[in-house]
């Protein structure tokens, strides 16, 4: 089932997916998937160009068996869910979180339930605690939800019902990266700069404050949040109590960046599957980097905080290092032109995409897997997305299909994407949605299926087998096993690809010997 979320002005596209497990010859076309698609109004912190939107939200199913969607709904009145911004699919509930960007008034967070016919009904909202929120997190425990507000760059703790997923009471911390202070850059609306713009003038009124743009829980222990600072050019490492689920200290914070003097703008941060490595999408400086981490030291926060040892002696000790800066745009062409959007990695941990906004394509890169240079990053290609502002794009389960919202041109464009080479081909599957603009696949259970749906994200951990409490509880530890088992699925079918294609580059090479003698 696919869900798209639309307000007036600006969208965001939320995709959610029910899609058939991968195996080593097919997919089960049983699984399906869901869509969001957002726009946003004049409160926002940017100026799209795309029509806007009547309704906030689409619903959509997708079909593995061509990469095709059909709209199953559409809802949300945009004077109440105005410009939302993101979406988060729970683990193991089928409930999603909105929120909405406002940058004068705090954002609003939405909590909806979703059947596999695509009908929702909301069952709670809170107030976010910020202005322009553009990023939820789930803690490790799914106990709370962060939220992260882009305008004032504060940090929103929420408690949540294990049992429903609905809220449980109002934001029971807070932690402002501002220390309280005011902020010196007005909105747009006031005169202020429009952060779509990558010109001197916009990136001087854009890093006159913190901006916190994301919010990222480590999986390791989930002790440690990463906050990257568009605004400061800086992750921010925080130690997050998740007994007491609150932020309650900021250890460290380094540059996103290879401090060239020029601005970075980190945006979102993503782990890889495998590996001890995080990589970060700046923005403003179109390019990745591509960070080691230190879990030794993570686990020792971790016992440390178990101990109730005091966390001040962690301070200024980073669990990241630099280790690779790479372009996400072709050398030649002007980052003044660009700015990236989204991240992903892909669930195999054999690629990483970036979407380019401004160069209207997504770069795709080969991760490497060999001692000495794991996890650093070598450029396959740039492929044009057919539209224009390729603000978010989302795989679907399987890892072989590639939903781009394309926000100014009011489009989606579905992709192939080849698990060997990473390569992208467009499936002729294209959509009319106004302003899309966040894609948010959520993994639905039909009961009357009779069987277990689930969809893998790489921001977090969202896998969903079960339609049931009393299962859920049942089933905790097999989500773990069945997710590397499907981890280790994708990397077989990967290197049977590339032993395939090295066989007919023998055979020809052969062939060619053969005739030259």
Not at 79 to 90: D, G, L
Request: charged fraction near 20%.
């Amino acid at each position: 089932m696919l869900v798209a979320a639309k307000l007036s002005g600006f969208s965001l596209k939320f995709n959610g997916c029910l899609v058939s497990r991968l195996t080593s010859s097919n997919i089960d076309s049983r699984f399906y998937s869901v869509s969001l698609l957002l726009l946003l109004l004049s409160l926002a912190a940017h100026g799209p160009r795309g029509t806007e939107a009547k309704h906030s939200i689409y619903v959509y199913r997708f079909h593995p068996s061509d990469g095709s969607l059909v709209l199953l709904n559409v809802f949300g009145d945009p004077n109440e869910v105005m410009n939302p911004a993101f979406t988060r699919f729970h683990p193991k509930l089928n409930v999603v979180y909105t929120c909405t960007e406002d940058i004068e008034n705090n954002g609003q967070i939405f909590a909806y339930t979703l059947a596999a016919n695509g009908e929702t009904r909301q069952i709670g909202k809170v107030d976010a605690g910020g202005t322009s929120t553009c990023y939820l997190e789930l803690d490790k425990n799914q106990k709370n939800l962060i939220a992260v507000n882009y305008w004032d760059s504060t940090l929103s703790v929420i408690p949540l019902s294990t049992k429903t997923g609905n809220f449980t009471g109002p934001i029971k911390s807070m932690y402002d990266p501002k220390g309280g202070k005011k902020m010196c850059a007005s909105a747009k609306k006031d005169g202020g700069a429009n952060h779509s713009c990558n010109d001197q003038s916009t990136i001087r009124q854009r890093q006159a404050d913190p901006h916190s743009h994301a919010l990222v829980i480590d999986p390791y222990v989930g002790n440690i949040a990463y906050v990257p600072d568009l605004g400061k050019d800086l992750i921010r490492e925080f130690y997050y109590d998740k007994v007491a689920g609150k932020i309650e200290i900021e250890l460290n914070s380094m540059p996103s960046g290879l401090c060239t003097g020029m601005p970075d703008g980190p945006r979102y941060l993503q782990f890889h599957p495998h590996y001890g490595i995080a990589y970060v999408v700046n923005e403003l400086s179109s390019t990745v980097a591509v960070f080691s981490v230190n879990v030794p030291l993570i686990n020792e926060i971790a016992e440390a905080a178990k101990n109730k040892e005091c966390m001040g002696r962690f301070k200024g000790r980073s669990t990241l290092t630099l280790i690779q800066s790479i372009k996400t745009i072709p050398a030649a062409f002007p980052a003044v032109m660009n700015t990236c959007g989204r991240i992903a990695v892909h669930r195999s941990g054999g690629f990483v995409i970036v979407s380019n906004r401004g160069h209207q394509s997504l770069a795709i890169f080969k991760i490497s897997h060999r001692r000495g240079s794991r996890g650093e990053l070598k450029a396959v290609g740039y492929f044009h997305t057919r539209g224009e502002t390729p603000r978010h794009f989302k795989f679907d389960s399987s890892g072989q299909y590639l939903i781009v919202a394309n926000q100014d041109s009011d489009s989606i464009a579905v992709f192939k994407f080849n698990l060997s080479s990473g390569d992208l081909m467009y499936t002729g599957n294209e959509y009319h949605v106004p302003s899309p603009n966040f894609v948010c696949c959520c993994p639905i259970h039909d009961d009357d299926m009779g069987d277990e749906y689930a969809f893998g994200e790489t921001e977090t951990v969202n896998e969903s087998h079960v339609n049931s409490e009393i299962a859920v509880v049942l089933e905790e530890n097999k989500v773990s096993d069945e997710m590397k088992s499907r981890d280790l699925e994708a990397e077989l079918t990967t290197a049977r690809s590339e032993i395939t294609e090295l066989r007919k580059m023998l055979s020809s090479f052969s062939r060619g010997n053969i005739a030259v003698e």
